[in-house]
């Protein structure tokens, strides 16, 4: 299977493909050093740096999937909230790939913020369109005309590349990432091949890592930590424990643990040790303030983010039971987004975190990847046999 990654970044939903089989035919990324990054991890020959307003998508050969995260500012928590008013709003973009490409399927990742209330239009213009990438909005004023024209569509006939597309809310620590990180993935099936589309199930959960820690004991046995050293219940705490006591009786939740910071950092030398290890160094300054208190070593890892000009905030933080705290190293923040630790990440500190938080934790592109390549197979099966019955 072929896939295009377009907002490329350094690689973590394509390394995730990668992974599962699919081979990249190429990037496309306007930043010198997430180039550099996919350069030194990928066929350096398939990688564009430049804008993909300039992009020729003639020369690709035959794409299955195209993959990518177009730029969140526009939509971001944390951002200026201009959407499509915003320059750097690349989804026009990202649909014009699939007008030009048509593939069999198309996965985009973005922020939690493009499902505010005050986005809900927008957002509807970006379903519709892509739904329906080669309706040209030319032929409208504007996008909220074009908007209107789409919404009629949904009763009418509708001729031309057509995707069946959905979208979810998906919290990363439910699928084996060791962080609290809430993104939207929306995904489109060509609609003319028959495909049914599922978001991966599953697989971790908050119950069961409390049950670990405070019903059996078992996640601080694991990790070798003495009873006096064990994060203590609170009043809030208790009573969930309780309440899990009371739901699952002698029976242990079905689903595996959350991820904590401790399990996936925790066989790693100090950073600030003669250990040998290219990108995990020590980084002093750390301090806490409201708002700004790190995350907890034996919790999932709060949103690994890029921040602003590439200065991360509290989230790129440790803090320890004993309430010291320090900045993750580039290896350690690696390890928090699920990359290899062999995963080279080009640039210093600040920029090498901006291209970590800006990534899809390679964990759960995998697991995306891997549902795409299952459903994508089933319709080619499919298709083949029903090509043999016709001779």
């Known amino acids: 299977m072929y896939s295009l990654e ?10 995730g493909f990668e992974l599962i089989g699919f081979k990249h035919v190429a990037f496309v990324e306007h930043n010198k050093n997430a180039c550099e990054s996919l350069r030194a991890n990928f066929n350096s020959g398939n990688v564009f740096f430049g804008d993909i307003q300039n992009y020729d998508f003639s020369i690709l050969p035959e794409v299955d999937v195209v993959a990518g995260g177009p730029p969140c500012q526009p939509f971001s928590l944390g951002g200026k909230h201009m959407a499509e008013q915003d320059s750097r709003d690349m989804f026009p973009y990202a649909i014009r790939s699939i007008r030009e490409l048509a593939p069999k399927m198309f996965i985009f990742e973005n922020v939690k913020g493009l499902l505010r209330t005050s986005f809900s239009d927008y ?36 001729n031309g590349l057509s995707y069946d597309v959905s979208y979810k809310l998906i919290r990363a620590s439910n699928y084996g990432v060791p962080q609290l990180r809430e993104r939207v993935f929306i995904v489109g099936v060509r609609s003319d091949l028959d495909m049914e589309w599922k978001f991966p199930i599953e697989t971790h959960s908050e119950e069961r890592l409390l049950w670990d820690m405070y019903v059996t004991g078992e996640y601080w046995e694991r990790h070798h930590v003495p009873v006096q050293k064990r994060l203590a219940l609170n009043h809030t705490l208790d009573n969930r424990v309780s309440k899990l006591i009371n739901k699952y009786g002698m029976f242990e939740p079905e689903l595996q643990p959350w991820q904590t910071v401790r399990d996936a950092i925790s066989n790693l030398p100090s950073p600030d040790s003669n250990h040998g290890i290219n990108d995990h160094h020590f980084r002093g300054g750390a301090r806490t303030y409201p708002g700004h208190t790190g995350s907890n070593y034996d919790w999932p890892a709060k949103t690994i983010k890029a921040g602003g000009h590439g200065v991360p905030g509290g ?40 291209q970590i938080g800006n990534a899809v934790p390679v964990l759960l592109a995998e ?17 083949s046999v029903a090509s043999h019955n016709a001779c």
């Open 6 to 15: 377009i907002f490329s970044g350094a690689g973590g939903l394509a390394k």
């Open 123 to 158: 957002f509807d213009y970006i379903i519709l369109r892509l739904s329906h990438p080669d309706h040209d909005e030319r032929l409208s004023n504007n996008w909220a005309d074009h908007l209107q024209e789409l919404r009629h569509l949904r009763n009418d006939s509708c």
């Open 315 to 354: 989230e790129n933080m440790i803090r320890y039971p004993d309430g010291q705290v320090r900045y993750f190293s580039v290896c350690e923040a690696k390890r928090i987004q699920t990359f290899p630790d062999e995963f080279v990440i080009k640039g210093a500190w600040g920029e090498a975190m901006r």
């Open 367 to 383: 697991k995306m990847g891997r549902e795409a390549l299952q459903t994508i197979r089933k319709v080619s099966s499919a298709v």
